[in-house]
């Protein structure tokens, strides 16, 4: 059924209904919101992103850095940088340590030198050193960092002696700093060298020394004898003013295997050197501290030959690793033109009166080793090595000059980089231990078994610091933290966007400690 429906008469207002506003309806006004949206918002968010890619590629480099402070104080570096302190001294006296205690820091570094630093591995004669933009930009970043961390010893490596800009800028920033800073050219003008920097609140350089191996591979090293500026709090009733002896060293790259013997003898002249030093200006046992980038890894015959002389690697004593082959690839600090990632940078320590053997005693058997190991190379066998250095002898032993040809044809001899007459000589009378001129298989076999750490005892405890003086006790250092950056190295996997170096980042914090030592011979 239809019904009519009143309409009631037009008024002479309309009534609209309220409609939500749009953008467009702002956008035909002359506004403020027109002026914000178009000019003010693109540039907050230009800022923004900007801001999160910057802090994205520096957060990965602090990350591992701020487990080093738990307290409170943040460094002012940049805006850009991440709040976390790689490490927090005070700037009197040596408290550097989350709990308190007195203790001294220390980096080493190899910074990858612009002349080696490749830009196109189809082209390898494009080296960084060509673009100033970039070396420049990159160095100042390292040096930001290592202001950053502000460590009491810095050992670099690879240092650009050769750029006088550079070396400058290290030396003009480091100074500023309070840092004392010597550094050392290779020999032959090879443009790169060493750059070791002491800092003064911290360090007196009471002498420092030169070593320059003449070798195959032009390496040098530097050794600073310093004195600690304010005294070690041992206890409430004593104080000492501890001396040490820093080593900054960069060994040749073994570019095959015949080169790691030129290695092994390099250490084997620091360590001579080292002995020769503190005879000469007799000088007490005191810590002794090798820093560098020692071009072998934990399996390698430089490792072994330092552990037998009472050095133990600051990054495995804080992690607790031990020296087999399970420990031996946990960490990485390098990653090499071939491609290869391995762990090459120690901050080696040796305290007073550590067991030793002495010092030809253990060059002999890290020599024997590389004459094992040459062998071994080739498939030899035990007994087959056995018949290959006896050669042609009619009766069942060695004689000297069957023992130097094998070494000859091993490249062991024979070389400008070799072992020398009077070292051949050497290694032959440890070999032939009954003296009569030859070796026998017994003999022969003694070598061939050795093993590197049997003499390795603890003869040095920590000493409880409530009781007195010992006759028999010296100061030396416990490892307290090590810390490798970029974090990930840590777990032995190389980071892609890595780039301020091919080496990674080593840096080891040391407190003081008063240690009971029995002195023995081995």
């Known amino acids: 059924m239809n019904q009519d429906i009143t309409v009631p008469p037009p008024s002479n207002s309309v009534h609209k209904p309220k409609l939500r506003p749009t953008l467009n309806s702002y956008f035909n006004k002359p506004t403020l919101f027109k002026a914000f949206f178009f000019c003010f918002l693109p540039f907050l968010i230009s800022l923004f992103l900007i801001a999160y890619l910057n802090q994205s590629g520096k957060n990965?480099?602090?990350?591992?850095?701020a487990g080093f402070c738990n307290g409170s104080d943040i460094a002012n570096v940049d805006s850009s940088e991440s709040k976390s302190v790689p490490f927090q001294e005070t700037r009197t006296g040596h408290a550097c340590s989350t709990m308190g205690e007195?203790?001294?820091?220390c980096t080493t570094f190899n910074i990858l030198a612009p002349i080696y630093k490749?830009?196109?591995?189809q082209n390898q004669s494009v080296r960084e050193s060509d673009f100033r933009a970039f070396w420049l930009a990159r160095n100042k970043k390292i040096v930001n960092w290592l202001l950053y961390e502000r460590s009491s010893i810095i050992c670099l490596q690879e240092f650009w002696v050769g750029n006088e800009e550079l070396v400058h800028m290290y030396e003009e920033s480091l100074g500023a700093a309070g840092y004392?800073?010597?550094k050392l050219a290779r020999t032959n003008n090879r443009g790169d060298g060493l750059l070791t920097a002491i800092h003064k609140e911290y360090f007196k350089v009471l002498n420092r020394r030169e070593l320059f191996f003449n070798d195959f591979g032009d390496r040098v090293a530097q050794l600073l004898h310093v004195q600690s500026v304010a005294p070690f709090?041992?206890?409430?009733?004593?104080?000492?003013q501890q001396e040490i002896i820093i080593v900054n060293t960069h060994l040749l790259f073994p570019h095959d295997s015949s080169l790691s013997i030129v290695r092994l003898h390099q250490v084997y002249q620091i360590l001579q050197y080292l002995e020769t030093y503190q005879r000469e200006n007799k000088l007490s046992q005191m810590p002794v501290i090798l820093c560098g980038d020692w071009n072998g890894s934990k399996r390698g015959h430089v490792y072994k030959f330092l552990r037998s002389q009472g050095f133990v690697s600051s990054y495995d004593i804080a992690h607790e690793y031990t020296d087999s082959d399970a420990?031996?690839?946990?960490?990485?600090s390098h990653r090499n033109h071939r491609g290869n990632i391995c762990g090459v940078d120690f901050i080696w320590l040796r305290n007073p009166h550590n067991s030793q053997k002495l010092l030809k005693i253990s060059w002999a058997e890290a020599a024997f080793g590389i004459i094992k190991y040459q062998l071994k190379k080739v498939s030899l066998a035990e007994n087959d090595a056995f018949a290959f250095l006896r050669a042609d002898s009619s009766g069942n032993h060695i004689t000297y000059s069957a023992f130097c040809?094998?070494?000859?044809?091993?490249?062991l001899t024979g070389l400008s980089h070799g072992l020398s007459f009077q070292e051949t000589k050497d290694l032959w009378v440890q070999a032939d231990a009954d003296g009569n001129g030859v070796v026998d298989y017994e003999e022969f076999k003694r070598i061939w078994d050795a093993t590197w750490l049997q003499h390795m005892d603890e003869d040095c405890s920590l000493e409880d610091l409530n009781e007195g003086i010992a006759e028999d006790e010296a100061i030396g250092f416990a490892v307290k933290k090590a810390v490798l950056f970029p974090h990930e190295v840590e777990?032995?996997?190389?980071?892609?966007?890595?780039?301020?170096?091919?080496?990674?980042?080593?840096t080891a914090v040391f407190s003081p400690v008063r240690l009971r030592c029995s002195k023995h011979s081995l």
Request: with cysteine.
């Open 102 to 105: 007195p203790c001294i820091s």
């Open 180 to 182: 004392d800073t010597f």
């Open 327 to 332: 420990d031996a690839h946990k960490w990485v």
């Open 491 to 506: 777990k032995g996997i190389w980071p892609e966007n890595y780039s301020l170096s091919d080496h990674a980042r080593l």
């Open 60 to 65: 990965s480099e602090m990350v591992l850095l």
């Open 118 to 121: 490749r830009l196109d591995q």
């Open 233 to 240: 709090s041992i206890n409430q009733n004593e104080s000492v």
């Open 405 to 411: 040809d094998a070494l000859r044809q091993v490249n």
